[in-house]
Nanobody, 125 residues
Framework: QVQLVESGGGLVQAGGSLRLSCAASGRTFSRYDMGWFRQGPGKEREFVAAINWSGGITEYADSVKGRCTISRDDAENTVYLRMNSLKPEDTAVYYC??????????????????WGQGTQVTVSS
């Protein structure tokens, strides 16, 4: 069992920045790929970013590419999502998720076995 707890969300003006954190506990953190997903008002959950077990491979959704950076610190069992130049359309609940090493696609929701409760990000226009 892996438990994930997100933090760092809040209210920010358009053009501002936030850093989201996801703290993991339970099974060995380094054995999992990690991803960030989000669900905006009236929308389905969508992929944002992911980082593989070693930290050497990252992937971003087109909607955030160039504005976000995902990273991980295995010593602290934490994955981060730094978001810059935030837009109102970035408003959503952001979820951290863990995927066992060996999955096919980072963006596939079904491949992630563990999820956090989410942290709200609201970007005002």
């Amino acid at each position: 069992q892996v438990q994930l707890v997100e933090s760092g969300g809040g209210l920010v003006q358009a053009g501002g920045s936030l850093r989201l954190s996801c703290a993991a506990s339970g099974r060995t953190f380094s054995r999992y790929d990690m991803g960030w997903f989000r669900q905006g008002p009236g929308k389905e959950r969508e992929f944002v970013a992911a980082i593989n077990w070693s930290g050497g491979i990252t992937e971003y959704a087109d909607s955030v590419k160039g504005r976000c950076t995902i990273s991980r610190d295995d010593a602290e069992n934490t994955v981060y999502l730094r978001m810059n130049s935030l837009k109102p359309e970035d408003t959503a609940v952001y979820y951290c998720a863990a995927r066992p090493v060996g999955g096919r696609y980072f963006h596939t929701v079904e491949e992630y076995h563990y999820w956090g409760q989410g942290t709200q990000v609201t970007v005002s226009s």
